[in-house]
């Protein structure tokens, strides 16, 4: 909510990109610049990183007149249900998620999500 408040009143005296394309691409350049600090194993850096991917992705939403923290929490709240339907599929196979492998995990969050229970 701060960073869309921040933003917003940047905008107002005109320091905003002109529309969502510039927001768009300063998000994948955010993300290239966390990437290197990945490479670099830099924990302060990706710190840094990561919070300027997070303010860029803000700003994607600003633009879009969408709320980053609604957007965020429902995001976290459909995680929530297809991750139990992913517990709900693999104890019905009797497949223990630890030793599963993602590979095997990532099938089943698929499958979960084609299913009517995890809505949407």
Do not use: Y
């Amino acid at each position: 909510m701060r960073s869309q408040k921040v933003q917003q009143k940047a905008a107002k005296v005109g320091f905003d990109w002109p529309d969502v394309s510039g927001a768009l691409a300063k998000v994948e350049e955010e993300t290239v610049e966390l990437r290197e600090a990945i490479r670099a194993e830099g924990v302060e850096a990706c710190a840094e990183e990561l919070g300027d991917l997070l303010f860029s992705v803000v700003n994607v939403a600003r633009f879009l007149h969408v709320s980053a923290e609604q957007s965020l929490g429902e995001a976290c709240e459909k995680f929530i249900r297809r991750f139990q339907k992913v517990e709900e599929l693999a104890g019905a196979r009797g497949l223990d998620m630890k030793s599963a492998g993602i590979e095997e995990l990532d099938k089943l969050w698929n499958e979960a999500k084609e299913t009517k229970n995890s809505q949407d």
